[in-house]
């Protein structure tokens, strides 16, 4: 299966500021994705991340808030911009490299806005 | 859209007795269902698939899920329950979208082993 590296794995921020999450893969994939978990939620899906083009947002995610970058095949970055106490919350990142393992996922960055 | 559900918020069970957690799903076509766990402080990890074939998929750490088209139903079951399962398990269905065939998630159901 794939190893993701994902870093800071945990972050305390002032409101108002950014936070940029990282995602290395150690295999060339061509769709990441980024979710976010909530205190006590599910895990919901912000965004897909192919390499080369835009982002494509879900429904109540938008790009100013959550700008992605996908420079090359193995590396994704998330920023949670103009934070707010609201956005505290577990961000991973994911890929499915349909080898038999799912969709793995990186260790998480727990996020929380003071 | 694709969509799964899990009924109970949390399973209690004690050590050694079989543990069930249940899953429930809504797909057109045919489905691809996941299941996951969450530790405390860590990532997802994935536990087994189902795409086709065997309506009994064996996973890891011992941990199998039967498919039932009639009931809908992808519960997840070991048979004898440890208290290093206490986690929280979350079930997956794979939606297509123009984006690309993403995760959908239920709600999670956390799993507390007593010893």
């Known amino acids: 299966s794939a190893v993701i590296s ?28 980024w979710y976010r978990q909530q205190p006590g939620q599910s895990l919901t899906l912000i965004a897909t991340a192919n390499q ?16 992605i970058s996908r420079p ?10 103009n934070l707010s106490p609201e956005d505290s919350s577990i961000y991973l990142c994911s890929v499915d ?13 727990r996020l929380t806005v003071v | 859209a694709q969509s799964v559900a899990q009924p109970e918020d949390q399973v209690n069970v004690a050590e050694g007795n079989p543990l069930t957690v249940k899953c429930t799903y ?4 045919n489905p691809y ?13 994935f536990l087994l698939k189902y795409i086709t ?13 039967e498919f039932n088209k009639s009931q809908t139903s992808f519960h997840l079951k070991k048979p004898s329950a440890l208290v290093s399962d206490s986690a929280l398990y979350f079930c997956a269905v794979r ?3 123009a984006a690309g065939n993403k995760l959908t998630f239920g709600g999670g159901t956390r799993v507390l082993v007593k010893p």
């Open chain 2, 33 to 45: 269902l996941f299941w996951y766990v969450q530790y405390p402080n860590r990532g997802l990890q």
């Open chain 2, 26 to 29: 809504s797909v057109s076509g």
């Open chain 2, 53 to 65: 074939g065997d309506n009994l998929v064996k996973g890891s750490y011992g941990f199998e899920a």
């Open chain 2, 95 to 97: 939606d297509y979208t």
């Open chain 1, 72 to 81: 090359n095949l193995t590396f994704s970055t998330l920023t949670v911009s």
């Open chain 1, 6 to 33: 994902q870093k800071p794995s945990r972050d305390i921020c002032q409101r108002g500021t950014s936070l940029t999450i990282q995602c290395q893969v150690d295999s060339q994939v061509t769709m990441m994705f």
């Open chain 1, 97 to 109: 490299l349909s080898d038999g393992y799912g969709y793995t996922f990186g260790s998480g960055t």
């Open chain 1, 52 to 67: 080369g083009s835009e982002a494509t947002y879900e429904s109540g995610f938008v790009i100013d808030k959550f700008p």
